[in-house]
């Protein structure tokens, strides 16, 4: 029998203080916890701008090392590097960083743009181009790519593809072909090639012949095959006193390109590195991990993502903490729909059963689907108890600084005026883009850190 509606308000009125506790726990100032030695926090690091200047480490990163590391060089805080370079198996990059600040550095602790990629077994065997510089095939062997043709291989085997450069074209004596080219069934876009011309007319073949680029087709293909885009920094801090433009700028050149010729959209099948949640998704999976490993109970409560740039670093945590904070939500959601539906079915709650399923919505402990499109396929990345919190921390020692160029590139702009260096399918927000911490370097950061979590 339903139970009566004075029944349910009441019950209603009884459940309302579990949504304030929530709210007080999900709102409220953070206070700075009691000395501990094992740490529930992890920390994301970009690299560029915020521990090297090029091949220039900052002074203030051999030092923020030295505290996060003990006596053998080992990192004593679940640490991972996430950066959007794309150019560097991360087995080296990890040998670069441990020999740039003398600590040890792992492979797995290096998040690459194009980690993620691993997480697609259903590309794995599709005959795909891959374009970008440095070892892009190693590359792509290491991900899990089985059927690999790198932008040269089409280039020298379709030489009168390439006609920009003209001491670079074909004598007309020269084969028109000089082999044979199975379908290209998919893109990947590590990062900026060296000839951009090269590469945007070779990649433009491909998309619009169906993957047949020497082939003349009765119209165009659309939609086109699969694309994915690793790295979308529009600008990157090197040693030049400006920034550099980087393999977002490449891929605004192929999208505006694309869609001037055909009037269509390029279309991606996933955008890889920050601010993509994925990779956020795919980081917060390594850190626990980590933790597990360093005998860490219970998940990581708060994830720290350090950064120079706002449009990739800060935007991308932001987002992320977005998405944890709605998870929590629907999980709460969730337990009380459940509640309520075992009102109407006249399964009541004793006032003790009731406060100890609120406890758990509150600490996280219930799992809920992934509200986010892209994720659909990727559950073996997610974990049952994630963070609560991902801070975004910037510091000025790279793109974003308070006496850096950027300000001057824009200095002639009116004040009102957003420039928006983010990728085109990423919303222009200045809400993700203001940091929830500031500091001058990386060290400056992790003594923050520290105090925040009353970590030694």
């Not at 916890?33 to 915020?50: A, E, H, T, W, Y």
């Not at 659309?222 to 006193?241: K, Q, R, S, T």
Request: with cysteine.
């Amino acid at each position: 029998m339903a139970m009566p509606v004075a029944t349910i308000r009441s019950l209603s009125k009884r459940l309302c203080p579990y949504f304030r506790q929530y709210q007080a726990l999900t709102t409220a100032p953070r206070r700075f916890k009691s000395s501990k030695l094992q740490p529930n926090f992890g920390l994301l690091l970009d690299i560029d701008g915020v521990v090297v200047r090029g091949k220039k480490v900052l002074p203030q990163a051999l030092e923020a090392f030295q505290m996060l590391s003990d006596h053998t060089g080992h990192l004593r805080v679940p640490t991972v590097f996430v950066t959007n370079a794309g150019n560097k198996m991360r087995q080296d990059k990890a040998k670069q960083l441990s020999d740039w600040l003398d600590i040890k550095v792992s492979p797995d602790q290096v998040i690459m743009s194009h980690s993620p990629l691993r997480i697609f077994p259903q590309f794995h065997n599709k005959h795909v181009l891959v374009s970008g510089q440095g070892p892009v095939e190693d590359i792509a062997r290491m991900l899990g790519f089985t059927n690999i043709t790198t932008v040269d291989e089409v280039r020298d085997m379709f030489p009168n593809l390439d006609m920009v450069d003209h001491k670079r074209r074909p004598p007309s004596t020269e084969p028109r072909h000089k082999g044979e080219l199975p379908k290209i069934d998919a893109v990947v876009l590590f990062g900026e090639p060296v000839r951009w011309e090269t590469s945007l007319q070779l990649i433009l073949d491909v998309l619009m012949t169906d993957g047949y680029p020497n082939s003349a087709p009765n119209s165009i293909a659309y939609p086109h095959i699969p694309v994915f885009g690793c790295n979308m920094d529009l600008l990157w801090m090197a040693e030049a006193p400006l920034p550099r433009l980087g393999h977002g700028s490449f891929l605004v050149c192929l999208e505006t390109l694309y869609n001037k010729i055909t009037g269509k959209d390029l279309e991606y099948m996933v955008l890889t590195g920050k601010p993509s949640q994925i990779t956020y998704h795919f980081a917060e999976n390594v850190l626990a991990q980590q933790a597990r490993e360093m005998g860490i109970e219970g998940p990581l409560r708060t994830l720290y993502a350090i950064g120079d740039n706002p449009v990739t670093d800060i935007y991308g945590a932001n987002l992320y903490n977005q998405y944890l904070g709605q998870k929590e939500v629907n999980r709460l959601k969730k337990s009380m729909d459940r509640r309520m539906k075992a009102v109407q079915r006249g399964s009541l709650f004793e006032e003790s059963q009731l406060e100890e399923e609120s406890q758990k919505v509150v600490a996280g402990l219930e799992q809920v689907p992934i509200p986010y499109e892209q994720l659909e396929q990727l559950s073996v990345i997610m974990q049952e108890k994630c963070a609560e919190v991902m801070e975004s921390c910037i510091v000025y020692t790279g793109v974003h600084s308070k006496h850096s160029s950027v300000q001057a590139l824009e200095g002639d702009i009116e004040p009102n005026i957003l420039v928006d260096h983010g990728h085109r399918d990423f919303e222009s927000s200045s809400e993700l883009l203001a940091p929830s911490m500031e500091a001058h370097h990386i060290l400056d950061a992790i003594e923050q850190i520290f105090i925040r979590e009353g970590f030694k």
